[in-house]
């Protein structure tokens, strides 16, 4: 079931190139974006080199071809999380765009003044900003879970503002900032119980752990193609097919609509009638092939890694008394990732002290503001892995972090001698 991450970087060929002063790149910033397998990159060539054409206009063959490699790319990532079928997987820009058609084709249908959002303290920007600006234009009011001091979402905080005034739950599988793994079906099963729906921000979870729309108990499913070895500019949006047959687009054009006049339209089949203008072709079929990469690695086995990886850096940061951690203690599940912050260490400098070594990680607020401000820090630096990550990449880390806090040292040395010859 596991796999060897010293041969999963084989097939990433980024992975052999250096950064600064020659120096082996160690890529800890898979949070933000993943990196592509060759055969990602390759199937995207190939569309291009082979049968690029628009897709559902033509009836020549190049367009044929590029139609049938659309249409099946849909019917293998709604296989990937458990999608009866093409009807209920879109493709959007990104995961953001995806949360955005439930906001503008669900939630200003179904919200109205005395009506609420439920969503979590931890959530993305992508979410909270549009629940925010979807409550402003409708008169809804939005309710946040509340996280307690484990970076867990309280759960009787969560029973008591999920009632009946509920419409939706919009609420992160996996934080981006935490690590933490929510419960994603016991919030579901609450929402369900007040007849709310259920949109669930997979951004971090798909790429990183099986993900079964029924097991979770979704309604929506938004998810992004480049944080899961698959190409920027594609994200997929999973809807409950009954639920997107009463949905009204959120984009309109070309390619959405089944017949037109001046005085009024009708729309295409799912799930084309979210899909105006022309869609992510090549994006589509690379992003189709990136999930067949994940399922021969086996999800099963990413989560494993990612956890093993993660448990393993927390351990060694807790171990240091100038390191402050966030998320989940050591010993409970995690995925992939460590946000935390060195004493005396500004975080930009800790990155750029990192670049110098050739390591990437990320710094600053993550696109979850509010979550900082829960945690009452400014920002944090995040590292985050994938399954070409290996243990020497978290050592180069823990080098480098170890570097910095000897650096800081002995300028705090100094600045004492300093002081005391004045
Ligand atoms: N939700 C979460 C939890 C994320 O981590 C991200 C990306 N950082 C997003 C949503 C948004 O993804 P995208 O920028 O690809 O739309």
Redesign the pocket.
């Known amino acids: 079931m596991s796999f060897d991450a010293d041969e999963v970087r084989a097939d990433f060929p980024i992975l052999q190139r250096t950064v600064a002063d020659g120096e082996p790149l160690v890529y800890l910033d898979n949070?933000?974006t993943t990196q592509t397998p060759e055969r990602v990159s390759t199937a995207e060539k190939s569309f291009y080199d082979e049968y690029n054409a628009n897709v559902h206009r033509g009836i020549h063959t190049l367009s044929h071809e590029a139609s049938v490699a659309y249409e099946d790319a849909h019917d293998r990532l709604a296989e990937f999380v458990g999608a009866e079928g093409r009807e209920e997987l879109i493709f959007t820009k990104?995961?953001?765009e995806a949360v955005n058609l439930v906001a503008y084709g669900y939630g200003v249908q179904h919200l109205d003044e005395g009506d609420a959002v439920v969503t979590t303290e931890m959530e993305?920007h992508?979410s909270l900003v549009t629940w925010q600006q979807i409550a402003e234009q409708t008169g809804a009011d939005v309710r946040y879970v509340e996280v307690d001091d484990d970076g867990r979402l309280d759960m009787d905080h969560a029973r008591e503002v999920i009632d009946d005034d509920v419409e939706l739950l919009s609420v992160?599988h996996v934080s981006?900032v935490l690590g933490t793994v929510n419960p994603v079906r016991e919030l579901a099963d609450l929402a369900h119980d007040h007849d709310a729906a259920v949109l669930v921000?997979g951004?971090?979870s798909v790429p990183t752990r099986p993900v079964d729309v029924d097991d979770l108990g979704a309604d929506f499913l938004a998810f992004?193609g480049?944080?899961m070895a698959g190409p920027t500019g594609i994200?997929c949006l999973y809807g409950e097919q009954e639920l997107l047959e009463e949905m009204e687009p959120f984009l309109f054009g070309g390619e959405m609509i089944r017949h037109v006049t001046f005085d009024e339209s009708t729309w295409n089949e799912l799930p084309w009638k979210f899909e105006a203008g022309t869609p992510p072709i090549a994006e589509g079929i690379a992003l189709a092939e990136a999930a067949d990469y994940l399922d021969e690695l086996g999800m099963d086995a990413v989560r494993e890694h990612e956890n093993d990886l993660a448990q393993y850096l927390l351990a060694e940061l807790e171990d240091r008394d100038d390191v402050e951690t966030y998320g989940p203690p050591p010993g409970v599940e995690r995925s992939g990732l460590v946000a935390f912050n060195v004493d005396g260490v500004h975080g930009h400098d800790l990155s750029e002290l990192l670049d110098d070594r050739g390591i990437a990680v990320r710094a600053g607020d993550h696109?979850t503001q509010p979550l900082h401000d829960v945690l009452d820090i400014p920002g944090s630096v995040r590292a985050s892995f994938y399954a070409y990550t290996t243990r020497e990449d978290v050592d180069a880390l823990l080098d480098a972090i170890e570097d910095a806090a000897g650096k800081r040292d002995a300028m705090l040395a100094s600045e004492r001698y300093h002081d005391r010859i004045l």
Request: aromatic residues 0%; neutral net charge; hydrophobic residues 35%.
């Open positions: 949070a933000a990104n995961a953001t993305h992508a992160v981006n921000d951004a971090q992004s480049h944080k994200g696109c």
